[in-house]
């Protein structure tokens, strides 16, 4: 064995090893990108910087090899620095964004490219999974919402953005008209109990939320029926009551107890409560500086005063959300808040530490004027759903299938985006001109995005490795180089059978599953399903 000092840490590594290898044994996890354990050593990232002593300046831990008694600087400030940087360099030419503009402007956060593609495809029991992780109430929000989401779609700047609202809505009015609507999966139980003052949209939510996580819920509200503003604020014609029934009727069917009549801070107090239950959350709507007063808790007028991270009111185990706390009138502003709030006293209900940290968001500008041509080469025009097709399935199919998916097919496992959030990376520290929309490769089993590669060839090595006749190569030079597939050949025709290990080894999500909306194929999966993340065997 070969003992180096890593920060004056000895540490053991074969003869021959990487100098990262030897960072890995001593707990290290250094940002290397356009390394893969079996690959040769591409480094052009600079993102593994270490210093060895008696070498100058910084040099990349995967392309050097140990000595006996080398002597490495490893998590030095000014190695942090450097490495940084060089992600922010690697981020200031990169053209993607983690998660679709119209989910980052929904109050909710709802993953609307999913449901779009979900649609798209005729898996209706996918799109209303994926929609109730987030509204627990589509059907009523289809109706009420007026399309925050869709402010942001990049459609927009094509011909009209995606009708993401009365896709929900469709998709919400068939489930609940269908024998059997969707039951989200529900924690086992916990064992916990949680009372949530008010019935309105927040409260909703909050319960529908905190019985997925498996706690116990009852609802105390001060009118004779669950519903709150939503009864109040829309006529019949904008949301019909049976709708609005019909989706609390599920959320009570995931085992809320609804105790109505009865106001907090007149007919029960928060003491009482307090003794009862495990945690509380005051979801009472907009209030009065006397009703808050009458609860017992800080306030500033009728806003409760809340911890900002924990949702903690000044009574240790209440919590609170919604226009209790900060008036608005957007419903799905409420709801989005119930969920946020039940996340908050449920994390402190399982003694986790509450969500605290805004992960890293890679972001893109709106289309230029070029970047919209170019976007019409490949895409053609087509109007958007007018509200009388919405019972037409052949219609709200076709409607999804105008999304763009805009989002990342790496969000949850981009290596790029993880190093980027760990060493708390601004993707603008380098401002200039990043690469245009730069035209995708599609195949009818992987996508490539040139603008989300780093150019790492960890791909051109798989391929080559896994004997592709005519895999992928690098072409152009410095800042320009890219990977591409050889002259007169398409993706497809470059890879064949290494397709999935050479999407599951990108760092990036620059070569992904194909994300255009259009009905999957189950009859032709990609050919090749084993899920590499090391080329060694290969
Ligand atoms: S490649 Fe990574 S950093 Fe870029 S958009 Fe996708 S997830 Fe975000
Ligand atoms: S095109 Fe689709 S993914 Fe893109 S912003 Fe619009 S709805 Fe969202
Ligand atoms: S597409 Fe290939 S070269 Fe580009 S980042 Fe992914 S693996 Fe690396
Ligand atoms: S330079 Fe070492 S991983 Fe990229």
Redesign the pocket.
């Known amino acids: 064995m070969t003992c180096v000092y890593i920060d004056n840490q000895p540490v053991e590594v074969s003869p021959g090893a990487s100098v990262l290898e030897a960072t890995r044994v001593a707990g290290h996890d250094l940002p290397a990108l356009c390394h893969l354990d079996g690959c040769d050593a591409n480094a052009s990232c600079l993102c593994c910087l270490v210093r060895i002593e008696g070498r100058a300046g910084a040099v990349p831990a995967c392309a050097a090899t140990v000595s006996e008694g080398m002597r490495i600087a490893c998590q030095t400030p000014d190695l942090r620095q450097l490495r940084k940087l060089a992600i922010e360099l690697l ?1 200031s030419d ?6 679709a503009p119209c989910q980052n402007t929904c109050p909710a956060r709802m993953d609307i490219p999913d449901m779009m593609r979900h649609i798209a495809a005729g898996r209706d029991d996918l799109a209303i999974a994926a929609i109730k992780r987030s509204i627990p109430m589509p059907a009523t929000l289809g109706r009420v919402c007026p399309e925050v989401c869709e402010k942001a779609c990049r459609r927009a700047q094509l011909d009209q953005p995606a009708a993401i609202c009365q896709l929900k809505r469709a998709v919400a009015d068939r489930d609940l008209a269908s024998p059997h609507p969707y039951v989200p999966p529900q924690a086992p139980q916990s064992g916990q109990s949680v009372a949530i003052v008010g019935g309105g949209p927040t409260g909703l939510s909050a319960a529908h939320h905190l019985l997925c996580a498996g706690h116990r819920v009852t609802i105390f509200e001060a009118e004779d029926q669950l519903g709150g503003r939503l009864r109040r604020q829309f006529s019949r014609e904008e949301l019909p009551a049976e709708v609005l029934d019909a989706e609390i009727a599920l959320i009570l069917r995931l085992g809320a107890s609804a105790a109505c009549n009865r106001r907090v801070g007149v007919d029960v107090t928060l003491e009482e409560l307090c003794s009862a239950y495990d945690a509380i959350i005051v979801a009472a709507g907009e209030l009065q500086p006397e009703q808050a007063a009458r609860l017992g808790l800080a306030a500033d007028g009728g806003r409760l005063q809340v911890d900002a991270t924990t949702r903690q009111t000044s009574r240790p185990r209440v919590y609170a959300g919604g226009q209790s706390v900060r008036p608005n009138k957007l419903v799905i502003y409420s709801v989005a808040e119930g969920e946020r709030v039940a996340r908050a006293a449920d994390a402190a209900l399982c003694g986790r530490p509450p969500a605290s940290h805004k992960p ?3 972001r ?1 500008p709106r289309y230029s004027s070029d970047e919209v041509k170019l976007l019409r080469q490949s895409v053609a025009e087509r109007p958007r759903l007018s509200a009388h097709q919405l019972p037409i399935l052949e219609a709200v199919r076709d409607e999804a299938a105008r999304c763009l998916a805009c ?12 190093y ?1 959030d760990a060493y708390e990376c601004d993707a603008d520290r380098f401002r200039g001109d990043k690469r245009r929309l730069a035209p995708c490769l599609e195949g009818r089993h992987a996508m490539l ?1 040139h ?2 590669c780093i150019a790492c060839g960890i791909c051109v090595q798989i391929a080559r490795k896994m004997g592709e006749p005519i895999g992928l190569s690098f072409h152009g030079r410095g800042f320009d180089v890219a990977i591409s597939v050889p002259l007169g050949h398409s993706l497809d025709e470059a890879l064949t059978h290494s397709t999935s290990a050479c999407i599951a080894a990108c760092p ?3 070569l992904s599953a194909p994300r255009r909306n259009s009905a999957v194929d189950a009859d032709d999966p990609p050919p090749c399903t084993s899920e590499k993340h090391s080329c060694q065997s290969v």
């Open positions: 981020l990169h053209v993607g964004e983690c998660h890293f968001e890679s893109r989002d990342c097919a790496s969000a949850d496992n981009c290596k790029l985006r993880f980027a995005e603008g989300k990036t999500g620059a």
